[in-house]
């Protein structure tokens, strides 16, 4: 079976640190579209028994740079916004789908829906790349 994970995603995603502190996982990464899983662990909820909001705001911020940089040329995050819709729990598979909206000279606008397993709408990101300048 053929990778759906782009080489320059797959180089990307073997040095990430947080990847490794977080447990996320890399599911398909394509020039403008990323999916990435995290299972809720124990030791990622906050004082009120759900999934911390940071985490929830890194895998989603995870998501957008694979996507964003799964044509080899890189770019980083300039802005970002996330609203939480629901809570994460305790054991809960949450997934990030990142797509680029729109994308002109080395800017870029990406959307990412987080949902748990169970169906629900966990937050939805909206986020802004900026690619280096190849001068």
């Given at each position: 079976?053929?990778?759906?994970?782009?080489?320059p995603a797959?180089?990307m995603?073997?040095?990430?640190?947080?990847?490794?502190?977080?447990?996320?996982?890399?599911?398909?990464?394509?020039?403008?579209r990323?999916?990435?899983?995290?299972?809720?662990?124990?030791?990622?909820v906050?004082?009120?028994g759900?999934?911390?909001?940071?985490?929830?705001?890194t895998?989603?911020d995870?998501?957008?740079?694979?996507?964003s940089?799964?044509?080899?040329?890189?770019?980083?995050?300039?802005?970002?916004?996330i609203?939480?819709v629901?809570?994460?729990?305790?054991?809960?598979?949450?997934?990030?789908?990142?797509?680029?909206?729109?994308r002109?000279?080395?800017?870029a606008?990406?959307?990412?829906v987080?949902?748990?397993?169970?169906?629900?709408v966990?937050?939805?990101?909206?986020g802004?790349?900026?690619?280096?300048?190849?001068?």
């Open positions: 079976m053929p990778s759906t994970i782009a080489q797959a180089a995603d073997a040095l990430d640190r947080a990847r490794a502190l977080l447990g996320y996982v890399l599911v398909s990464a394509e020039p403008g990323a999916v990435v899983h995290m299972t809720v662990r124990d030791d990622m906050n004082g009120l759900v999934c911390h909001g940071g985490l929830i705001f895998l989603a995870s998501a957008m740079a694979h996507a940089n799964s044509d080899g040329e890189a770019a980083f995050a300039v802005a970002a916004s609203d939480f629901s809570p994460g729990v305790t054991g809960a598979v949450l997934t990030a789908v990142a797509v680029e909206q729109f002109r000279g080395r800017t606008l990406y959307d990412v987080v949902t748990s397993d169970s169906g629900d966990i937050a939805r990101f909206h802004r790349t900026q690619h280096r300048s190849s001068a």
